[in-house]
């Protein structure tokens, strides 16, 4: 089972459309989490930290379930600047030393007029 | 606009030259990192340094040689490599090593192995 799984997509979806993504984790160790947006050819950005209690910013919504061990990220009246390539990234080990950031290998949206 | 400067944008290099990407940060961030990415795939780690010494080298191949000359300046130097090295190579910073998954990259180095 890989580490940090995802599906790749692509979710086609119409503009004003809601869109969820899950990302599944194997290590239950695992201690923060975060969902990272790549346009294409570009570099990755940080979209959201995911936090135990779940957090909204704007039209996104992340949110984790340590028990089922998955974390999910809901877009609310998708436009078209939201298509990209969403990365869930899982970052495991102990606290202070050896985190190490576990990367899925992202799912593509495409939002269409 | 990004806060990590990182140049050349675009390089294309022979099997036998020598060449090196380099990548700024002003952000007093004292973790640099160099990452490799291939199309449709997730960035892959090579180096992480901390603190300007070599903390992580992903068992990365010799023809790719990290150094950090200070806390702001991170390079790769690259020789004899081959064209499967082609990729998109990324740095990125944050402000310590392994305490957060938040990264700042810079807009990468598009990388052409003839």
């Known amino acids: 089972r890989k580490e940090v799984e995802q599906d790749p997509g692509p979710f086609n979806v119409p503009e004003g459309a809601t869109v969820a993504f899950n990302c599944t984790y194997s290590?239950?160790?695992?201690?923060?989490f975060f969902w990272y947006r790549q346009d294409c050819r570009k570099e990755p950005k940080l979209l959201m930290s995911?936090?135990?209690?779940?957090n909204e910013d704007g039209r996104f919504t992340a949110q984790l379930n340590r028990a089922s061990q998955y974390i999910s990220l809901l877009i609310r009246d998708s436009k078209l600047s939201d298509s990209a390539t969403y990365l869930c990234?899982?970052?495991?080990?102990?606290?202070?030393?050896?985190?190490?950031?576990?990367w899925g290998l992202g799912t593509s949206l495409a939002v269409n007029p | 606009d990004t806060e990590v400067t990182q140049t050349p944008k675009h390089l294309v290099m022979g099997m036998t030259n020598k060449k090196s990407l380099k990548c700024e940060q002003h952000?007093?961030?004292?973790?640099m990192y160099w990452y490799k990415q291939k199309a449709k795939k997730p960035p892959e780690l090579m180096f992480v340094?901390?603190?300007?010494?070599?903390?992580i080298n992903e068992s990365v191949p010799s023809r790719f040689s990290p150094e950090c000359p200070n806390s702001s300046l991170l390079n790769l130097h690259l020789h004899a490599l081959q064209p499967e090295d082609s990729a998109l190579y990324l740095c990125a910073s944050s402000q310590v090593e392994g305490s957060t998954g938040e990264l700042f990259f810079g807009e990468g180095s598009r990388l052409t192995v003839l």
């Open positions: 340094y901390s603190y300007e010494k070599l903390s």
């Open positions: 990234v899982v970052n495991i080990g102990d606290a202070g030393n050896n985190r190490k950031l576990i």
């Open positions: 290590n239950s160790a695992s201690q923060s």
């Open positions: 952000m007093g961030h004292r973790a």
């Open positions: 995911v936090y135990s209690s779940g």
